[in-house]
C-alpha cells in the first residue's frame, strides 16, 4: 500500500509565480490535511479537506492561497503570486477517517518550495 | 482550542543514556495525544498514540511515553538512545469527539545523539 504521495518534491519559484503542489493521499484514506513547516516554527496547520469539501481552512492565510480535494485526482494547495516568504516545506496527510475519532494521521514526505 | 509546548527545543544526549522530551498540552476537552519523528528532509513517522486505557504507551523503536492527566503532559522516553534516533519530535494533539478538528503540532524537540 503505497503512502501519502507529494509531488513536486521540490519547487522553486519566481516571486509573483503560481505553484502548485499536490498530495494523493493513501488508498482508502478521504480526509487530507495541508500543513507547512517554516525553520524554527515546527507544522503549522493550514486546512483540513474530505472530497469535495473544506472542513477546516482556519490556518490558511486569506489571500494567495487556496485547496481543493475533487472527486477524481489529487488534492492540490495552490499559491498565487509567491513571495519569498512562502518559501517553506509543504506536508500532506492523510487518514481514513475523522481525526477526533483517533485515527492516524499519515505524512508524505513534504513538498520543499524555493522562492526566489 | 487546543495548545502544545514542547518544553526543550533541543536535547543532546550521548549514546546510550536515557532520554526525556517533555511534552505538555492545553485543552478545554479530552484529547488524543501523539509523537511523531522526522529525519532530516523527510516526512513525519508516527512514533506511538495514546487514544485510551494504559497511561503508559509503547511505540517504535524503543521509544514510550505516559500520558498524565493531571499535569497535561505526554512525555516521551527511552532508556538507552543510539547515534541513529538523531531527529526532530514532534508532539501533537487532536480533540475527542471534536468533529472537524485536525492534529495540533509542537514546535518540535531536536535530539541529538553523540558517541
Known amino acids: 500500500n503505497a503512502g501519502v504521495m507529494q509531488n513536486p518534491r521540490h519547487l522553486v519559484r519566481r516571486r509573483g509565480q503560481e505553484a502548485r503542489l499536490r498530495c494523493s493521499p493513501m488508498?482508502?484514506?478521504?480526509?487530507v490535511y495541508w500543513y507547512r513547516q517554516l525553520p524554527e516554527e515546527g507544522l503549522k496547520f493550514m486546512v483540513y479537506?474530505?472530497?469535495?469539501?473544506?472542513?477546516?481552512e482556519s490556518g490558511m492565510p486569506k489571500e494567495r492561497f487556496s485547496a481543493e480535494f475533487p472527486k477524481e485526482g489529487p488534492s492540490i494547495l495552490r499559491i498565487q503570486q509567491v513571495v519569498r516568504g512562502d518559501s517553506a516545506a509543504y506536508f500532506c496527510?492523510?487518514?481514513?477517517?475523522?481525526?477526533?475519532?483517533?485515527?492516524?494521521?499519515?505524512f508524505g514526505e513534504g513538498s520543499w518550495l524555493t522562492v526566489v | 482550542a487546543q495548545s502544545v509546548t514542547q518544553l526543550d527545543s533541543q536535547v543532546p544526549v550521548f549514546e546510550e543514556a536515557p532520554v526525556e522530551l517533555r511534552c505538555n498540552y492545553s485543552?478545554?476537552?479530552?484529547?488524543?495525544l501523539f509523537w511523531y519523528v522526522q529525519y532530516p528532509n523527510q516526512g513525519l513517522q508516527l512514533l506511538l498514540k495514546?487514544?485510551?486505557?494504559?497511561?503508559l504507551v509503547k511505540g517504535i523503536n524503543g521509544f514510550e511515553a505516559e500520558f498524565n492527566k493531571s499535569q497535561t503532559s505526554f512525555h516521551l522516553r527511552k532508556p538507552s538512545v543510539h547515534i541513529s534516533d538523531t531527529a526532530e519530535y514532534f508532539c501533537?494533539?487532536?480533540?475527542?469527539?471534536?468533529?472537524?478538528?485536525?492534529?495540533?503540532f509542537g514546535k518540535g524537540t531536536t535530539l541529538s545523539v553523540s558517541s
Open positions: 496527510a492523510s487518514s481514513p477517517g475523522q481525526a477526533y475519532s483517533g485515527n492516524t494521521i499519515y
Open positions: 488508498k482508502g484514506h478521504s480526509h
Open positions: 479537506l474530505q472530497k469535495e469539501n473544506i472542513i477546516d
Open positions: 485543552s478545554s476537552v479530552s484529547v488524543y
Open positions: 495514546y487514544l485510551s486505557g494504559s497511561t
Open positions: 501533537a494533539v487532536s480533540s475527542r469527539n471534536q468533529a472537524g478538528t485536525a492534529l495540533i
